[in-house]
T-cell receptor, first 116, second 113 residues
């Protein structure tokens, strides 16, 4: 079945550092890929998405590119802030030919802590 | 729009008790899902629905029942609570028009003692 693997965490950075959180996936067909963010005590919010190969999703300074050749969707930000401290989840939604069509399969989440 | 709402926000149950977690959405989304979130395991799908009257099992359905009598509501029933069901539960809805990106409720934190 479909699966998503995220880099092990937690990740601790100083403010203005560069962030990369790795995400790779296994899926049939052409899934849509998502990054969700969960701030302390809150539900999940969509951060960005990409629906086809070579698409780049971006939001709030975060970016991720859908790489079908490496089945990856790594999250990057050039300069993190304390307010970016949260848990980040990579997820996929399968296409009509896959078993996870319309549903999300999540990675295990990466805790990011940014210090001043 | 209120989006996706969940009640209660917190709940403590004793082993063997039953209860229903409520979920409602006002966006006319066809898909609704229930997830549980446990430390280090991400979110795991419990049950989902592709429309009123249609439900199916996800990855971890045992001990939970769902029904979908309307487009708006998707309650999750715990039949006989067990400590292993201590978790945070999220309801979500989605539709084809936004590539099935899911809109999440605020969650219900459940403790079973």
């Amino acid at each position: 079945g479909d699966s998503v693997t995220q880099m092990e965490g937690p990740v601790t950075l100083s403010e203005e550092a560069f962030l990369t959180i790795n995400c790779t996936y296994t899926a049939t067909g052409y899934p849509s890929l998502f990054w969700y963010v969960q701030y302390p005590g809150e539900g999940l919010q969509l951060l960005l998405k990409a629906t086809k190969a070579d698409d780049k999703g971006s939001n709030k300074g975060f970016e991720a590119t859908y790489r079908k050749e490496t089945t990856s969707f790594h999250l990057e930000k050039g300069s993190v802030q304390v307010s970016d401290s949260a848990v980040y989840f990579c997820a996929l939604s399968g296409d009509a030919g896959g078993t996870s069509y319309g549903k999300l399969t999540f990675g295990q989440g990466t805790i990011l802590t940014v210090h001043p | 729009n209120a989006g996706v709402t969940q009640t209660p926000k917190f709940q403590v149950l004793k082993t063997g008790q039953s209860m229903t977690l409520q979920c409602a959405q006002d966006m006319n989304h066809e898909y609704m899902s229930w997830y549980r979130q446990d430390p280090g395991m991400g979110l795991r799908l419990i049950h989902y629905s592709v429309g009123a009257g249609i439900t199916d099992q996800g990855e971890v359905p045992n001990g939970y029942n769902v029904s979908r009598s309307t487009t708006e509501d998707f309650p999750l029933r715990l039949l006989s609570a067990a400590p292993s069901q201590t978790s945070v539960y999220f309801c979500a809805s989605s539709y084809r028009g936004t590539d099935y990106e899911q809109y999440f409720g605020p969650g219900t934190r459940l403790t079973v003692t």
